[in-house]
């Protein structure tokens, strides 16, 4: 079994849409979850950070971690062309060594 | 953010050769670096941490006779691939977090596609 498990889609959306994205996670010892946009033949960027458990919110982006179920979850809201990218969720127990799930690829359609 | 630069971006080399890629913090300085290798829709994988003054750390399961690693200095750390076989072709990127700094300051290189022949 996989540390991160993550649907590698892809997921096709319509302008506009929201979308959900999630990983599971099977160590208990992580602390810090990421969210990183990779697009192609591009290094991934970090989108969002939580640190524990609960919600964070950045513009159209929502990043939620549930420690108890080790699930985690980015919504995009208003999803735009722009955001036609692979999503890749990292985390980390701490120090800085990270596990990344294998990533989303997400295309919105205009 | 802070900028990690990579070079080269791209590299096609003949089945034998050995290739250097080269990972730069340009605005800050890094103790440590680290090394993943991404296959065609497939995640990154860390293969090593390089650490400025000593040896690297390998992931099991990772050659480090194969994929030598030097961190010269606080800013360059440089993968090199010996001997590159045609399995060996992936996207390699870098990655460099801010000395001091938590995980979420961990900046990534724009990668080196790495094609062997």
């Known amino acids: 079994q996989k540390e991160v498990e993550q649907d590698p889609g892809p997921l096709s959306v319509p302008e506009g849409a929201i979308v959900s994205l999630n990983c599971t996670y099977s160590n208990s010892a992580f602390q810090y979850f990421m969210w990183y946009r990779q697009y192609s033949r591009k290094g991934p960027e970090l989108l969002m950070y939580t640190y524990s458990s609960g919600n964070k919110e950045d513009g159209r982006f929502t990043a939620q971690v549930d420690k108890s179920s080790k699930y985690i979850s980015l919504f995009i809201r208003d999803s735009q062309p722009s955001d036609s990218a692979t999503y890749l969720c990292a985390m980390s127990a701490g120090g800085n060594k990270l596990v990344f799930g294998a990533g989303t690829i997400l295309r919105v359609k205009s | 953010g802070a900028v990690v630069s990579q070079h080269p971006s791209r590299v096609i080399c003949k089945s034998g050769t050995s290739v250097k890629i080269e990972c730069r913090s340009l605005d800050f300085q890094a103790t440590t670096m680290f090394w993943y290798r991404q296959f065609p829709k497939q995640s990154l994988m860390l293969m090593a941490t390089?650490?400025?003054?000593?040896?690297?750390?390998?992931e099991q399961g990772v050659e480090k006779d194969k994929f030598l690693i030097n961190h010269a200095s606080l800013t360059l750390s440089t993968l090199t691939v010996t001997s590159a076989h045609p399995e060996d072709s992936s996207f390699y990127i870098c990655?460099?977090?801010?000395?001091?700094?938590?995980?979420?300051?961990?900046?990534f290189g724009p990668g080196t596609r790495l094609t062997v022949l």
């Open positions: 390089s650490n400025e003054g000593s040896k690297a750390t390998y």
């Open positions: 990655s460099a977090p801010v000395r001091g700094a938590g995980v979420k300051e961990q900046f």
